[in-house]
């Protein structure tokens, strides 16, 4: 999604005011979480009122951005990802660019999940993200004091890299990155060890070729798991080339046998004769690469980009932007523990009959006037779905 969402125009005034004064509540309980050198960075705010960002704001102290938040009540808060010398020059160019920390931005809309389900599609993000938070750990040798995760509120999960020798990256460096984590340009032919043209070992010295090693393992214990017309109709619906219904049954009598099983756990893939070049890529495509999306990608290669502020409400959903610590990051529910308004109910007009998981219940609800939890509503009138009619009690 873009900076800001289009429910602006169809949000009446009244449900506008009761939002506003809900998110005016918040910030006078709760104070956001500042970055690293906030004094250097470029601020931008989405307002309740006008349309269009605010950009070109700094922040002396940390008390003044606390007041500004208090005071103005954004529906959007962001900060740039870059420190410069003098961050509100109105002119890019002025500011005089020093450094910026490295971001991912995976966003459910942008890597084309397609589900109807909330809930669904951020366990989905969840999965990419911490795919890449595997890459930054093992293969790039950042520790966990060098990375922080942020729920942005919204659809997906920000990943955070401070380590002091990606601030000075330029753009093409940080693509490099892109590419490596999204497989783009790996030659496959130079991780596979053949004789007479056919792969008999992975070369698991290298990163990818362990991520194969583990794909490939992972692949075949999944059809050994199927009962063999099952695995056979999965293996040909994968639609690879050279993959018909007898070399789909002589994988899944590989994977079935726990000798065969074991020379491939040690690395000897000869075992699995005629074995369709396919079937590698759609070890790399499906299981290990981290899909960013095409938005995600030159995201990370900007040097000025804008990113939500940890603390801050999404003014789409009224979900906390939660910063988390990765021993945070697996058990963390978005939709229990991003909700920042956890007691009273409101009354609402829904458009039409909706769904949404929230607090660990499932909450279904008819088109017209309904009695809702107040962060349901509040999502469901930030959503444009519905219009705020009054308070309960």
Request: hydrophobic share 40%.
């Amino acid at each position: 999604m873009g900076y800001y969402s289009a429910w602006i125009d169809v949000m009446n005034e009244r449900s506008r005011a009761y939002v506003r004064s809900a998110f005016r509540e918040y910030y006078h309980r709760n104070e956001p979480v500042l970055p690293l050198k906030f004094d250097k960075r470029e601020w931008g705010f989405v307002s309740f009122d006008l349309p269009g960002m605010r950009r070109h704001k700094a922040f002396l102290s940390r008390q003044e951005a606390i007041d500004y938040l208090k005071g103005e009540v954004p529906r959007h808060a962001y900060y740039s990802s870059a420190i410069y010398h003098d961050p509100a020059a109105p002119k890019m160019e002025d500011k005089k660019w020093e450094g910026a920390e490295l971001i991912f931005d995976l966003d459910a809309d942008h890597l084309h999940i397609t589900t109807d389900s909330f809930e669904e599609m951020l366990s989905a993000v969840k999965k990419e993200t911490a795919k890449l938070l595997k890459f930054l750990e093992d293969d790039f040798g950042f520790s966990e004091e060098d990375i922080e995760i942020v729920f942005s509120g919204g659809r997906g999960y920000h990943l955070h890299v401070y380590h002091p020798k990606v601030w000075k990256l330029e753009s093409s460096e940080r693509r490099e990155i892109v590419d490596y984590i999204t497989a783009r340009g790996l030659e496959i032919e130079k991780i596979l060890i053949t004789e007479k043209g056919r792969p008999t070992q992975i070369v698991s010295s290298s990163s990818w070729g362990e991520r194969l090693r583990q794909g490939f393992l992972e692949f075949m214990e999944e059809i050994s798991e199927m009962d063999e017309d099952k695995a056979i109709k999965y293996l040909t619906h994968l639609r690879i080339k050279d993959l018909g219904v007898q070399r789909a049954k002589k994988l899944v009598e590989v994977a079935k046998d726990d000798m065969l099983m074991g020379e491939i756990k040690k690395g000897n893939i000869a075992v699995v004769k005629q074995f369709p070049a396919g079937i590698w890529r759609n070890i790399i495509e499906e299981r290990k690469k981290v899909k960013l999306g095409e938005i995600d990608e030159p995201v990370t290669a900007d040097v000025k980009r804008l990113i939500r502020l940890p603390g801050s409400l999404h003014g789409g959903t009224a979900l906390k932007v939660t910063a988390l610590e990765i021993d945070q990051f697996k058990n963390f529910d978005p939709l229990v523990d991003a909700v920042a308004f956890q007691e009273g109910e409101i009354i609402i007009d829904l458009f039409s009959e909706s769904s949404i998981t929230l607090m660990g219940q499932k909450h279904t609800f008819d088109p017209g006037i309904n009695e809702v939890p107040r962060a349901v509503g509040l999502y469901l009138i930030c959503r444009g779905l519905a219009e705020f009619r009054g308070v309960v009690g």
